[in-house]
């Protein structure tokens, strides 16, 4: 063989020896980078996954995020509020039964037709209250902002939700003064929540840093939410609906309801 050959063969294996130098170093940034890359996705996940978790964490204590139902609330799901005493205080019925006759109302702040049930009844409704012969159920909806736009429903609602959240006894004293102070239903004065706390003064003693950040917070909107969606899956189209015994008594021309006939109603309840 000559010596050009030899050198020619040694000069091929050469070539080939460094070919498979570089292709094995490039094999290795390739597996470097793969590792690389993979940790780095999981680092990136982990960041992610906190992001989302501290996202979360943050919605769940935004205002109104979280379903908080106010103090006393009964009922499936803690939808409604009490009012009145649990057992009657006066004479028992007949039939001798402790417990007193309950009056559901679905109602809503900015509804006319609601005022007029409460400017109509509201003495009737205290008295057998207060004499334990009646007890209340409010379910609060928010339809006239559905129907007309705005918030005013859903801001007085969980107004006096808060109201609840500090005594039932102030809930129903701010009850009332927020239907004795209903604005025409499309102002929508409600949708302030300094109105609510200014008309909340009127009430002594319920206006406290508490109150006050419960009502700006929006504290129990998604309670007042989920009970509107309640109601619109109830087979009630209005407000107010008000039931007695879970029989509708309010609302139909043909068989009117009066104070006097209300009375006459719960005390033939209570004999039943």
């Not at 939410?225 to 008000?242: C, I, L, Q």
């Amino acid at each position: 063989m000559s010596q050009r050959n030899r050198e020619g063969k040694r000069g091929a294996r050469e070539r080939l020896r460094e070919q498979r130098e570089r292709d094995r170093a490039r094999a290795k940034r390739k597996r470097t980078l793969g590792v690389l890359g993979a940790v780095v996705a999981v680092l990136g996940a982990a960041v992610g996954v906190g992001m989302i978790a501290s996202r979360t964490d943050d919605d769940s204590g935004k205002s109104g995020s979280a379903l908080v139902p106010p103090r006393g609330a009964v009922g499936k799901g803690r939808l409604v509020i009490p009012s009145g005493k649990s057992e009657k205080s006066g004479q028992e019925g007949k039939a001798g039964k402790a417990g007193p006759v309950t009056l559901t109302v679905y109602e809503d702040f900015r509804c006319p037709g609601c005022k007029q049930f409460e400017d109509v009844f509201r003495k009737t409704v205290h008295e057998l209250q207060d004499t334990g012969r009646m007890r209340v159920e409010y379910h609060l909806v928010t339809i006239i902002d559905r129907n007309l736009g705005g918030t005013g429903s859903l801001r007085a609602a969980n107004a006096a939700a808060c109201a609840q959240d500090k005594d039932p006894a102030k809930f129903r004293a701010y009850h009332d003064v927020l239907y004795r102070h209903q604005s025409q239903e499309t102002r929508d004065t409600y949708a302030d929540n300094g109105r609510l706390i200014k008309l909340a003064d009127q009430v002594p003693g319920l206006v406290t840093p508490a109150f006050r950040r419960c009502v700006e917070d929006g504290r129990h909107d998604a309670w007042v939410r989920k009970s509107n969606d309640v109601f619109a899956h109830s087979g009630y189209a209005s407000t107010p609906t008000v039931l007695l015994g879970g029989k509708s008594i309010y609302g139909d021309p043909k068989k009117p309801l009066s104070p006097n006939k209300l009375k006459r109603m719960v005390l033939a309840a209570a004999r039943d």
